[in-house]
């Protein structure tokens, strides 16, 4: 079916994740790299940090440009902000540190983005299931970057060593680029952006195999959702402090950081 073709093509953006976090903690014990940039601890924190500052910044501003732009779009012009950021680290010195915060940005749209993309685009009774495909492909990616590295490792030496495992992250950035640009709009974004015939004529597309009865009523069930949404409000910031929601949102966010304490990101470098 061709929503399992958007749902994978959409999780790239998941294995461009994994790549990164798999190959930043091999390419940091390289002795090449270490040289090149006389690393200590100080430096390493560096190196690390402005990622994870690009990640935030990505992470903050994802929610205005996928309801502005739409999903696939934001999906697009992160992917375009992570081969800026690979090209950056593995071409020049200069730019080394800029790369890594482009490529966090691009990072941190993805995670929020994609999984959203997928959720709008998949059928009802699949959809838990298709948005796992997104921690499939992190998993996998962070496989591939150890495999990756190993290759590189074993074969090559000097400076082109921890430019080549760099760069080849810029090679599932750009087929994530250019699968999306023939991807189609959620279905919900243009909805809710009033291209009603627009989302009509992508769910028959997603739909594939459904009967124009069953397509007519998702299409019915998402425009009265929407209009229910907004009889509701717009949706802020300032509401996910209060009473009932805020327990929720502190939940989510401690399950997560408590995922990155535990040190799995560095598993592949110990």
Request: net charge negative.
């Amino acid at each position: 079916m061709f929503i399992f073709l958007v749902t994978f093509a959409a999780a790239i953006g998941g294995l461009l994740f994994g790549y990164e976090i798999g190959v930043i903690s091999q390419v940091l014990g390289m002795p090449s790299f270490r040289s090149v940039f006389k690393l200590d601890a100080f430096t390493e924190g560096l190196i690390t940090s402005t990622f994870l500052l690009g990640c935030t910044v990505g992470a903050v501003i994802v929610s205005r440009i996928a309801d502005t732009l739409g999903r696939r779009k934001s999906i697009i012009i992160a992917s375009v902000l992570f081969i800026l950021g690979g090209l950056f680290q593995s071409l020049t010195l200069n730019l080394f540190y800029l790369g890594r915060i482009v490529s966090g940005l691009g990072i941190g749209i993805l995670s929020s983005v994609v999984p959203l993309f997928i959720g709008e685009t998949a059928p009802t009774f699949i959809r838990g299931q298709l948005i796992s495909v997104q921690q499939l492909m992190i998993t996998l990616g962070v496989f591939l970057a150890s495999v990756v590295n190993a290759i590189i490792i074993i074969n090559i030496e000097g400076d082109f060593e921890w430019r080549l495992a760099l760069g080849i992250q810029v090679i599932p950035s750009a087929v994530l680029l250019f699968v999306m640009l023939s991807m189609p709009e959620s279905p919900r974004w243009l909805a809710n952006n009033n291209f009603e015939s627009e989302c009509l004529q992508t769910l028959i597309l997603l739909r594939e195999g459904y009967s124009n009865e069953e397509v007519e009523q998702e299409y019915q069930e998402l425009l009265n959702s929407i209009k229910m949404e907004r009889t509701i409000g717009e949706g802020s910031f300032k509401e996910l402090l209060n009473k009932g929601i805020v327990n929720r949102v502190w939940l989510a966010v401690l399950i997560q950081m408590c995922q990155q304490w535990t040190g799995a990101s560095r598993l592949n470098r110990d």
